[in-house]
């Protein structure tokens, strides 16, 4: 199977995840980006532009690619939604910065012209209230919007991170007493658990890492490449290029897509 390209490395962190997911889920079908321009509504170079980080993916196309596959669209939508507002949300805040020079103009031209009529000036405040009015509903409006746009995001940034994890809730209790941030090394506590091997930093089975990923997870991993033969070098909990081509050279040796990204597949194979 080809090698993908490495994607963009300014590309926004949600919208690495969503290609990645998008990117398995083409591997586990088989089918080439020929096939999905068949069986879809979009066309190869279509596929290899979005695939590959050139181009947004539309959200017909994560649907269509979903279907085809025989997967469920549903996380992948959600993922995709959160990509969506976290570009959404910028412009309007760029519209309105633009806006307010003509709309100072017009204050000012406004100003000139009320000499002109200063005997009319108890109008003028009878008029202003009505436009406060209508300010006043989009602000009420606004921080709602955010703040539920600031959870979901909130979410997709502890998913791409590592952070969110499918276990039983006895990670978040064991670590407590580790600290991972930069400059630090940690030990690998080999052990078996359940028939599953564990370094004593993350039980998690299925957190995303990808480069410049960091944190227990990023430990966790370091470790068990260790335990299997594959040197990821220092055991920093900093997904850096050693890590990568260790964990590439580790798929490679278990037969799984050879894209470097720790995901749900390379768990199970490094907790045998």
């Not at 300010?135 to 997709?156: F, N, T």
């Not at 900093?238 to 768990?267: C, H, M, N």
Request: glycine share 8%.
């Amino acid at each position: 199977m080809p090698r993908w390209k490495e994607l963009p490395s300014g590309l926004p962190e949600r919208e690495r995840q969503l290609l990645v997911q998008l990117r398995r889920l083409k591997d586990r079908s088989g089918f080439g980006l020929a096939a999905l321009s068949v069986k879809t509504s979009y066309s190869r170079s279509s596929w290899e532009r979005y695939l590959n980080g050139k181009q947004p993916v539309p959200r017909a196309a994560v649907e269509e690619l979903a279907r085809v596959c025989g997967a469920d669209p549903t996380p992948l939508l959600v993922l995709h939604e959160l990509v969506h507002e976290a570009v959404a949300e910028r412009p309007p805040a760029d519209r309105s910065a633009q806006a307010l020079p003509a709309e100072a103009l017009s204050a000012d031209r406004s100003a000139e012209a009320l000499p002109a009529q200063d005997v009319s000036a108890p109008p003028p405040p009878d008029d202003e209230p009505a436009p406060t009015s209508s300010p006043a509903s989009p602000r009420r409006l606004v921080p709602l919007r955010y703040a539920l746009a600031g959870a979901l995001l909130a979410v997709a940034v502890g998913f791409g991170g590592g952070t969110l994890l499918a276990t039983d809730g006895q990670d978040t209790a064991a670590p407590a007493v580790q600290t991972y941030g930069p400059g630090r090394t940690y030990d690998c506590a080999a052990h078996r658990k359940d028939g599953l091997a564990h370094a004593g930093h993350s039980l998690t089975i299925d957190a995303l890492i990808d480069i410049n990923g960091n944190g227990r997870d990023v430990v966790e991993a370091q470790c068990l490449l260790r335990q299997h033969g594959f040197d990821p070098g220092v055991v920093d909990g900093l997904y850096g290029p050693a890590s990568k081509e260790a964990v590439r050279k580790f798929q490679a040796a278990r037969r799984l897509v050879e894209d470097g990204i720790v995901g749900p597949d390379t768990w199970a194979e490094l907790r045998r």
